[in-house]
């Protein structure tokens, strides 16, 4: 880690030999700096105010002259400059401010508002106290921490010296609250599933393994809340969300972090196309309320393109989409016909390939990164879940449909399989599948299918990934920059220029 820097710690115990505690316990913060510059916006150059306030916050700039100096103290809400006198504060207090403080250190000051010759808003202090002395120095001012894994492992120095970071978490935290307050206002009742399970299932993932010591019994962390939000059907709740954590034991990239925050909705009696206005109405929602248009701009493959959200979305059958991006018939080919174009194409596949499976590959190869716009993929071959009902007008296929935008997958939704007999057959099947080596498959879930068996009502089901959302609705580029602490590997202790360096 960062060393130490031996002049901070000087200055910090010349400050205790004062006995002074540079540590203390509280301090009575009034207001914020964004709330004060707005405040007192229209003050003319040199107008003074007799308004006290009292901020805190970090010191970001410092410019001494001699028994006055200046400097912008930054806050949760942005900086603010303040002027300090050594005739104000009296020379002790003012030696420790003015002088034994360094970028970084955190302060309390009140004081009253004037505008300065330059028109910048100022407090005049008053009286000053240091709360946190710092002990490693600041990323040099015009270069801030630019290493982007520095970035996500030491995100405390990125949020304070990068403030548009700041913003994007912020603008996450706001579309969370849209999100919940949306599916209460459409009466769904908020509920919590087990993070630690003793069958995983609701999605083909591999699932991370645990072990509890009481039980001496291997344990898994939830991919899915699915078959449990399910269970609420059974039991009676017509409506029922959870946002919550999933944890995946796969593919690390822009798109998928090991660990991330979902929302799963089921409602009774409805089915995916009433999941499909949902969904277009919330993203629409959350897009209005962080940048007040249903616009968003981003960059894909290097070009400006416009996404819009308002809804309603396209709607495209997964058939209709190839047939559209990859210029191909797939309703009219047999299992021999997909076989031989993979083959041509070198497009890959796990296990037999079926008819369903090949229409699949193909979709996933030739076609999602061609759908740039939000838009429904619906009606999904069968194989694909063994969550979900079957079409009502082609058995091929499953009343399923994904929503996409920039290539990237945004949800997942059905019409759900409340059917117990052909749940028990097609999870014994998926059951199958695992025992002959194929991690993504569903285990046997016993008390699932009793529910189902009980009688589940039909329903329609939602998940999305509130992580994707933000990367979209926030205009990022990579997950890692919408989760505050994205899952790192370990810094190699060998490798002294992976490690943050101060420009001094």
Same mark, same amino acid.
């Given at each position: 880690?960062?060393?130490?820097?031996?002049?901070?710690?000087?200055?910090?115990?010349?400050?205790?030999?004062?006995?002074?505690?540079?540590?203390?316990?509280?301090?009575?913060?009034?207001?914020?700096?964004?709330?004060?510059?707005?405040?007192?916006?229209?003050?003319?150059?040199?107008?003074?105010?007799?308004?006290?306030?009292?901020?805190?916050?970090?010191?970001?700039?410092?410019?001494?002259?001699?028994?006055?100096?200046?400097?912008?103290?930054?806050?949760?809400?942005?900086?603010?400059?303040?002027?300090?006198?050594?005739?104000?504060?009296?020379?002790?207090?003012?030696?420790?401010?003015?002088?034994?403080?360094?970028?970084?250190?955190?302060?309390?000051?009140?004081?009253?508002?004037?505008?300065?010759? @330059?028109? /910048? =808003?100022?407090?005049?202090?008053?009286?000053?106290?240091?709360?946190?002395?710092? #002990?490693?120095?600041?990323? !040099? &001012?015009?270069?801030?921490?630019?290493?982007?894994?520095?970035?996500?492992?030491?995100?405390?120095?990125?949020?304070?010296?990068?403030?548009?970071?700041?913003?994007?978490?912020?603008?996450?935290?706001?579309?969370?609250?849209?999100?919940?307050?949306?599916?209460?206002?459409?009466?769904?009742?908020?509920?919590?599933?087990?993070?630690?399970?003793?069958?995983?299932?609701?999605?083909?993932?591999?699932?991370?393994?645990?072990?509890?010591?009481?039980?001496?019994?291997?344990?898994?962390?939830?991919?899915?809340?699915?078959?449990?939000?399910?269970?609420?059907?059974?039991?009676?709740?017509?409506?029922?969300?959870?946002?919550?954590?999933?944890?995946?034991?796969?593919?690390?990239?822009?798109?998928?972090?090991?660990?991330?925050? @979902?929302? /799963? =909705?089921?409602?009774?009696?409805?089915?995916?196309?009433?999941?499909?206005?949902? #969904?277009?109405?919330?993203? !629409? &929602?959350?897009?209005?309320?962080?940048?007040?248009?249903?616009?968003?701009?981003?960059?894909?493959?290097?070009?400006?393109?416009?996404?819009?959200?308002?809804?309603?979305?396209?709607?495209?059958?997964?058939?209709?989409?190839?047939?559209?991006?990859?210029?191909?018939?797939?309703?009219?080919?047999?299992?021999?016909?997909?076989?031989?174009?993979?083959?041509?194409?070198?497009?890959?596949?796990?296990?037999?390939?079926?008819?369903?499976?090949?229409?699949?590959?193909?979709?996933?190869?030739?076609?999602?990164?061609?759908?740039?716009?939000?838009?429904?993929?619906?009606?999904?071959?069968?194989?694909?879940?063994?969550?979900?009902?079957?079409?009502?007008?082609?058995?091929?296929?499953?009343?399923?449909?994904?929503?996409?935008?920039?290539?990237?997958?945004?949800?997942?939704?059905?019409?759900?399989?409340?059917?117990?007999?052909?749940?028990?057959?097609?999870? !014994?099947?998926?059951?199958?599948?695992?025992?002959?080596?194929?991690?993504?498959?569903?285990?046997?879930?016993?008390?699932?299918?009793?529910?189902?068996?009980?009688?589940?009502?039909?329903?329609?089901?939602?998940?999305?990934?509130?992580?994707?959302?933000?990367?979209?609705?926030?205009?990022?580029?990579?997950?890692?920059?919408?989760?505050?602490?994205?899952?790192?590997?370990?810094?190699?202790?060998?490798?002294?220029?992976?490690?943050?360096?101060?420009?001094?």
């Amino acid at each position: 880690m960062t060393k130490i820097d031996q002049s901070k710690l000087i200055k910090l115990e010349e400050i205790k030999k004062l006995d002074i505690n540079p540590y203390p316990y509280t301090f009575p913060q009034t207001h914020h700096a964004h709330n004060l510059l707005n405040k007192y916006s229209t003050l003319t150059a040199e107008e003074k105010t007799q308004d006290n306030v009292s901020i805190a916050g970090r010191i970001m700039l410092k410019r001494g002259m001699g028994k006055a100096t200046f400097m912008h103290i930054q806050d949760q809400s942005g900086k603010i400059q303040i002027y300090l006198r050594e005739d104000d504060l009296g020379q002790e207090i003012y030696d420790i401010i003015a002088k034994k403080t360094d970028l970084g250190d955190i302060i309390g000051i009140t004081g009253t508002i004037f505008k300065t010759k @330059m028109g /910048e =808003i100022t407090i005049h202090t008053k009286s000053a106290q240091l709360l946190s002395k710092s #002990l490693l120095p600041m990323p !040099e &001012k015009y270069h801030g921490l630019k290493d982007i894994e520095l970035k996500y492992r030491q995100r405390y120095i990125d949020l304070t010296v990068n403030p548009e970071v700041k913003e994007v978490f912020q603008k996450r935290s706001k579309i969370i609250h849209e999100i919940r307050q949306y599916f209460h206002e459409k009466g769904f009742m908020e509920v919590e599933t087990p993070t630690l399970q003793t069958i995983y299932g609701g999605a083909s993932a591999k699932p991370f393994i645990t072990h509890i010591n009481t039980w001496d019994m291997q344990m898994y962390l939830s991919i899915s809340p699915e078959t449990y939000l399910k269970r609420l059907l059974v039991g009676g709740f017509e409506k029922v969300f959870s946002i919550c954590k999933n944890f995946r034991n796969e593919d690390v990239d822009t798109s998928h972090n090991p660990e991330f925050t @979902m929302l /799963e =909705i089921y409602q009774a009696y409805v089915d995916y196309n009433m999941m499909m206005e949902y #969904l277009e109405q919330v993203y !629409e &929602k959350a897009c209005l309320a962080i940048n007040t248009t249903t616009k968003v701009e981003h960059i894909y493959k290097g070009e400006k393109v416009m996404l819009d959200f308002k809804a309603p979305w396209r709607r495209l059958s997964m058939i209709d989409a190839i047939k559209q991006y990859a210029n191909i018939n797939v309703s009219q080919m047999t299992e021999n016909h997909l076989r031989n174009f993979l083959e041509d194409n070198r497009i890959i596949w796990e296990g037999k390939l079926t008819w369903g499976l090949g229409v699949q590959r193909i979709f996933e190869e030739m076609v999602e990164e061609h759908l740039i716009q939000p838009v429904h993929i619906i009606d999904h071959p069968k194989e694909s879940t063994p969550l979900c009902k079957h079409h009502r007008n082609d058995s091929r296929l499953i009343e399923r449909f994904e929503s996409f935008c920039l290539g990237m997958e945004l949800s997942n939704a059905y019409s759900e399989l409340n059917d117990p007999l052909l749940q028990r057959q097609l999870l !014994e099947e998926q059951s199958n599948q695992l025992r002959a080596g194929f991690e993504n498959a569903h285990p046997m879930d016993e008390d699932f299918v009793n529910s189902i068996e009980f009688g589940m009502p039909p329903a329609g089901g939602l998940g999305f990934g509130i992580d994707r959302m933000a990367i979209i609705l926030t205009s990022q580029n990579s997950i890692r920059d919408v989760i505050l602490f994205p899952t790192m590997k370990p810094i190699e202790e060998d490798k002294p220029e992976q490690k943050y360096q101060p420009n001094l």
